[in-house]
């Protein structure tokens, strides 16, 4: 079966890596143009870029694929590209860019996609950052037969996998990752014999993950202590939740909502510390405390609380803020 495939970070090019392993024949590889990153800016080619030319197939870098569109160009070459392949499916993982019909249409067996939560919920640019913050237990892959809708396409296959009271979505998203491209495998090898069962999504439970903004990193902390922590898990790696302590932004990356037999001292405010201990900060919330275990000081490392608080002269009735005063 020859396949095209479209993806652009980490999470599509450990599916691409599957569908090669696999066996599978890639003539095509689309994902984004290279963008300026790290401290230099210089440009990178994404992660599937990389791996694509490591094993020798055809890259092509659309800006666009619409042909209406603002770079008809780049639309036009893609639609050559993707003729020439003569592909008999094409298989879509984090992309980035939006499939016009005429992409859908173009291979035999239509377009693929892996989907990093259980369909209806969470359709969206971050199912994984989503499914966390909201508390979710579980959440899962969907292989999805795409259409002209926002993943509102037939499910091909569906498997769960438990989100922990402790899961980042840097931890989560390397287990779905993985299971992504299991299933992308089985999907292709079962429509190889004609064995694919296509289902509607329902119409119940539909929600939508919307793109993560660095404008939601600043910690509320008149929220519940609980889901202080769920962004805190929600948003590592990126964008971090962070909240200001005297003159430094300060991102959080390891938290802990303080047990249920732990009371909010009399008088305490939302952001203030309450107590300093070797391995935690205790800082008041709306209805509980946050238990801070590790942070990052602007241009340092990630570091235990342990290792900040050592001479760093921290201590309770201080505030932690939105902003600097």
Not at 30 to 46: E, F, I, W
């Amino acid at each position: 079966m020859r396949i095209i495939f479209a993806g652009t970070p980490e999470f599509a090019r450990v599916a691409l890596a599957s569908l090669a392993g696999a066996g599978f024949e890639i003539p095509l590889v689309l994902t984004q143009p290279d963008r300026p990153a790290g401290r230099g800016m210089k440009l990178q080619a994404s992660a599937v870029k990389q791996y694509a030319l490591e094993i020798g197939a055809a890259v092509a870098q659309p800006r666009s694929l619409r042909l209406d569109g603002k770079y008809p160009e780049d639309a036009a070459a893609a639609q050559q590209a993707i003729a020439d392949a003569n592909a008999d499916v094409m298989v879509v993982a984090a992309y980035g860019l939006i499939l016009p019909q005429w992409v859908l249409d173009a291979p035999r067996l239509g377009c693929l996609n892996i989907h990093g939560s259980l369909l209806p919920r969470w359709r969206g640019a971050a199912p994984i950052h989503r499914a966390i913050e909201a508390g979710d237990t579980q959440t899962g892959i969907t292989i999805m037969q795409m259409d002209a809708g926002l993943d509102t396409g037939d499910m091909l296959l569906v498997e769960a996998l438990p989100i922990g009271p402790d899961a980042t979505t840097a931890r989560l998203h390397d287990a779905l990752a993985a299971l992504g491209g299991r299933m992308v495998v089985e999907a292709l090898n079962l429509a190889a014999k004609g064995a694919l069962q296509r289902t509607p999504q329902p119409e119940a439970g539909i929600t939508y993950a919307h793109k993560i903004e660095k404008s939601e990193a600043a910690i509320d902390w008149a929220q519940d202590a609980a889901a202080i922590v769920r962004r805190v898990h929600a948003f590592d790696p990126f964008p971090g939740a962070a909240s200001v302590l005297g003159d430094e932004n300060l991102k959080i990356w390891g938290a802990s909502a303080s047990a249920s037999g732990e009371l909010l001292p009399m008088g305490a405010e939302p952001g203030q510390i309450v107590a300093v201990a070797p391995e935690f900060i205790a800082v008041a919330a709306g209805n509980g405390l946050v238990h801070i275990t590790e942070v990052q000081r602007p241009g340092g490392k990630r570091m235990a609380v342990r290792d900040f608080v050592r001479g760093t002269g921290i201590a309770a009735g201080q505030r932690f803020n939105a902003r600097p005063a």
